[in-house]
C-alpha cells in the first residue's frame, strides 16, 4: 500500500517537471529535490492599468461633522407683508397723569339743574324803617272759627280719632274731615257739644283736647235707639287740636243712617283772647 502510494508520487512529480520544461524551455533535472528559495528579484514595470470596475454599492452615511463657526450677518431681506391682526389683549393698568394741557376755549352753557335744598334759616335782619300809616280795619280782625259735622258710618274703631266726614258747616276751614280733628287757629274761648245716636251697642265715648280727655260719657243700650250728648267749654292755643274717640273697647255703638238718623259734633269761637288781637292790632297799625 504505501509502496503503491510512493510511486504515485514519483510520477506525478516527473511528468510535472517535464511539462513545465516544454513551458519554458529550460533545461531541468527530473526528480531533483526543490533548493532553497533564491533572493528577491528587482521589482518588474508596472503593468498597464485595468480596467474602471463597476460602480459599487453606496456606502453608509459617516458621522456628522463638527459644528462649524458662525458665519457673518447677511444683509437685511425684503420685509414681509403684514400679518393679520391679532386678539384685543386684556386692558393694560392706569398709567401716571399726563402733564394739563392748555385750557380749551368755553363750551356752550348747559341746561340749568334742578333746584337744590332750602339752606339753613339765616338770622333775623334789622327792623325796617315805619311804614305809612294805614286805614284801620278793624271789622276785619274779627275772627271766625266754627263747625258742625255728622257722619255716614256706624261702629267706628276705639281709642282713634272718629272721622266725621260729613261737612255741614266749616267757618274758616279749621275742621278737618280726613283726621276728624279741630284745630285751633286763635287763641280763645270755644264750646263743643256732641249728639250721638247709639243702637245695638253700649257708647263710652270722650271729648279729647291734645290726648287728654276733657269730658267723657257713658250710655247703656237697653234695646232701642237711643242719644247720648255732651258739651262743655274750654280756652285754647294756637295749634291745639281737639276730637273725639271711643275710650273703652267694644263699646263704640255709635249709629247713623243718613235716611233718618244722624251723629253729630259741632263747636264754636265764643271769645278771642283779646291780648293776642291787641298785639295783632298794633301790627295792621
Known sequence: MWAL????????????QLFETRLKG???????????PGLPGKPGPGGAPGADGNVGIPGRDGRDGRKGEKGEKGDTGLKGRVGPTGKIGERGDRGPAGKQGPTGENGDRGPL???GHDGEKG????RGPPGTAGTCRCGSLLPKSAFSVGITSSYPTEYTPIKFNKVLFNEGGHYNPQTGKFICAYPGIYYFSYDI?????????????NGQYRI???DANTGNHDVASGSTVMFLNPEDEVWLEIFYRDQNGLFADPGWADSLFSGFLLYADTNYFDTLAADYA
Open 197 to 209: 245716636t247709639l243702637a245695638n251697642k253700649h257708647l263710652a265715648i270722650g271729648l279729647v283736647q
Open 113 to 115: 339743574g334742578p333746584l
Open 123 to 126: 338770622d333775623k335782619g334789622e
Open 26 to 36: 529550460a533545461p531541468r533535472l527530473i526528480c531533483s529535490v526543490p533548493g532553497s
Open 5 to 16: 502510494m510512493g510511486v504515485v508520487c514519483v510520477c506525478h512529480c516527473v511528468f510535472g
Open 216 to 218: 267723657k260719657t257713658f
